[in-house]
């Protein structure tokens, strides 16, 4: 990553831009790959997946239409007096690391390693160890748009994530997990000896309010499918709902009939609504939930 940045740092941004719309290109001719793979080792249902895949498709194009429309983000300010030229120039960084979560392994991941890119810098992606084959796809798509050798490298396995945070070379870091990985990592690059960029997503948890104006049914849907879609495992997913006491039967009633319906199952056969949850780990931590409430 190093090697590579002068000569794509150096690279002019229309032409960087012209790589990077090659890859969303070539990531899209692979969607329905990249939906199966995320399917095979997420556990997504497959019109998550495939969605997913157009998603990342579309985050590559946004970036260089910003980018293309802000003219490589050269932006002219207003000087002191009328004698002095004042500019904003975005430069690029150096070498950014990418860690990207489990859930969304190929719109979060194209996400970060794409917007380093296309500003310029050198991308270290380290995938979830959930996600190893959808981000070694994802590399593929990158090489065969025509990515220099070396701006964007892959490393795959258990423990690289604070090998990457931990590393001298790596001047900047884009993450997407857990508030306590991502406040570790916080600490850590704001006591090296120069502050450097972290870019942290670290999640949430989100309520929704239904109002006594609200239609019960619509609502109901909306909150059923944020909160089990890929089977909850996501911060956009509904946490806890609070609801006008004016539609509270209305909605709960519809509520439960609807979640009633979802087909639970392999995320292979296409009615499916919920695959399995993503490891050990995590069922451990739903079973936890689902006694607590029972027990309550």
């Not at 190929?106 to 959808?134: D, E, Q, R, Y």
């Not at 570790?184 to 502050?195: D, L, T």
């Not at 239904?210 to 109901?220: C, G, I, K, R």
């Not at 919920?274 to 607590?292: H, L, S, W």
Request: aromatic share 8%; proline share 5%.
């Amino acid at each position: 990553a190093r090697k590579a940045y002068p000569a794509w740092s150096g690279m002019a941004w229309n032409e960087r831009l012209g790589v990077m719309r090659r890859a969303a290109e070539a990531l899209a001719a692979k969607k329905y790959d990249l939906g199966i793979a995320s399917v095979l080792e997420v556990g997504k249902s497959r019109l998550e997946g495939v969605g997913e895949a157009e998603e990342a498709v579309d985050l590559i194009n946004y970036y260089c239409d910003e980018t293309e429309r802000n003219k490589g983000y050269t932006i002219a300010m207003k000087g002191a007096t009328p004698a002095e030229e004042t500019r904003s120039v975005l430069r690029p960084y150096g070498v950014f690391s990418v860690i990207s979560p489990f859930n969304f392994p190929v719109a979060l991941s194209t996400n970060m390693m794409s917007a380093a890119l296309i500003g310029g810098n050198t991308v270290v992606f380290h995938p979830t160890t959930n996600g190893a084959l959808t981000g070694s796809m994802i590399i593929d798509a990158f090489k065969e748009a025509g990515l220099p050798p070396g701006a964007l490298n892959i490393v795959n396995g258990s423990g690289v994530g604070p090998k990457l945070v931990d590393a001298p070379g790596i001047d900047g870091i884009a993450f997407t997990g857990s508030y306590d990985v991502g406040m570790g990592i916080h600490r850590k690059m704001a006591a090296s000896p120069f502050g450097r960029p972290l870019i942290a997503e670290m999640g949430g948890k989100n309520p929704a309010y239904v109002s006594e104006f609200a239609d019960p049914d619509m609502a109901a849907e909306g909150v059923m499918r944020s909160a089990y879609g890929l089977t909850g495992e996501k911060c956009s997913a509904c946490s806890s709902a609070y609801v006008h006491a004016s539609v509270y039967d209305a909605f709960m009633d519809k509520l439960v009939e609807m979640t009633g319906k979802l087909k639970v199952g392999n995320p292979e056969e296409k009615d499916v609504f919920m695959g399995p949850i993503v490891n050990q780990a995590a069922y451990d931590i739903f079973a936890k939930a689902v006694e607590e409430s029972r027990a309550d």
